[in-house]
């Protein structure tokens, strides 16, 4: 399953459409959130602060038109480790973006799709964010060679996980790049269940 995480403010409005009390849609902006959802299939989980009251959310279906399956969890902490928590729950998501004008995403940066508040969401990321969520397409591509080393890339990503988390001592790598190496390990997690799914190969010839 694609998954989008879906912020409001910031994204399907901007300074020029936000009322007196923060509400507020851009009719243009929700037309390109729909482009996403069209072209890539995906489902949306709402992440904003807009689920916790329902009025938002009748908003949302009932004005706006979008459909969501799902809201985040609220632990009030970052918007990062909410979707961790829905992500923890739901674990048959193959690929997702998040869509969110702030950067509280912690390890899951690298699924950000950072908006700018003054415009909301482009039509340049909404082509970011498509080619991310149809990747998995490249990937089942990717799957057809019959010569992957299985053990090589569990060695590579054990590898990885060390240098992320040393046994010994701390790690000296700076927040970006270990951001960066947790998006390159979840890939090969991404890899390693897509070939299991796949009945190509056994869960002990990919994970032992």
Aim: charged share 30%; aromatic share 6%.
């Amino acid at each position: 399953m694609k998954v989008i995480f879906l912020d409001i403010d910031g994204v399907l409005n901007n300074y020029d459409t936000l009322g007196p009390l923060g509400l507020g849609w851009e009719p243009s902006l929700v037309k390109i959130l729909k482009r996403i959802v069209k072209e890539t299939e995906a489902k949306i989980v709402l992440s904003s602060a807009w689920r916790i009251l329902k009025n938002n959310c009748r908003i949302i279906t009932d004005d706006m038109k979008i459909g969501f399956i799902d809201k985040t969890p609220q632990d009030f902490k970052t918007r990062g480790s909410e979707i961790q928590g829905w992500l923890d729950n739901n674990p048959r998501v193959d690929r997702f973006v998040i869509l969110d004008d702030a950067s509280d995403m912690e390890h899951l940066m690298p699924h950000l799709l950072q908006t700018d508040g003054e415009f909301g969401l482009t039509d340049e990321i909404a082509d970011e964010a498509i080619k991310r969520l149809n990747r998995l397409t490249m990937l089942n591509k990717f799957l057809i060679d019959d010569n992957i080393d299985w053990s090589l890339l569990r060695k590579q990503k054990l590898s990885l996980l060390e240098i992320i988390a040393p046994r010994y001592g701390e790690s000296e790598l700076s927040v970006e790049v270990e951001n960066h190496l947790s998006g390159i390990i979840g890939l090969i997690d991404n890899v390693q269940d897509s070939a299991v799914e796949s009945g190509k190969w056994t869960e002990k010839e990919v994970f032992d």
